[in-house]
Nanobody
Framework: QVQLMESGGGSVQAGGSLRLSCVAS????????MAWFRQAPGYERERVAT????????YYADSVKGRFTISQDNTKNTLYLQMNSLKPEDTAMYYC?????????????????WGQGTQVTVSS
């Protein structure tokens, strides 16, 4: 059974940094669309970043461009999200997601596999 396990969330002040990790088991990150989504209370789950290593395609939401970096380590079957210059509006539960369908989707329903989420809280 495919499992995705996130870690790295926490509480930081505005301007700080965090690195989220997502370890995939029974799944090969280099052959899949891997994504980070986030969901704040009262809001829809939104895509933050996507990577498909097979074509070198990377996507970022406008709200995080220049501040967040998505990457993966195929040897560790791990997806990362480096988050710099964090803002209070980045506060949310962050989820790792994966799917094999191409092109990489933008919606929650485009991804069949999800982690349990890791909380990121940014204070002003």
């Amino acid at each position: 059974q495919v499992q995705l396990m996130e870690s790295g969330g926490g509480s930081v002040q505005a301007g700080g940094s965090l690195r989220l990790s997502c370890v995939a088991s029974m799944y090969t990150v280099r052959t899949a669309c891997m994504a980070w989504f986030r969901q704040a209370p009262g809001y829809e789950r939104e895509r933050v970043a996507t990577i498909y290593a097979g074509f070198g395609n990377i996507y970022y939401a406008d709200s995080v461009k220049g501040r967040f970096t998505i990457s993966q380590d195929n040897t560790k079957n791990t997806l990362y999200l480096q988050m710099n210059s964090l803002k209070p509006e980045d506060t949310a539960m962050y989820y790792c997601a994966a799917d094999v369908a191409l092109p990489c989707g933008s919606r929650r329903n485009d991804y069949n596999y999800w982690g349990q989420g890791t909380q990121v809280t940014v204070s002003s």
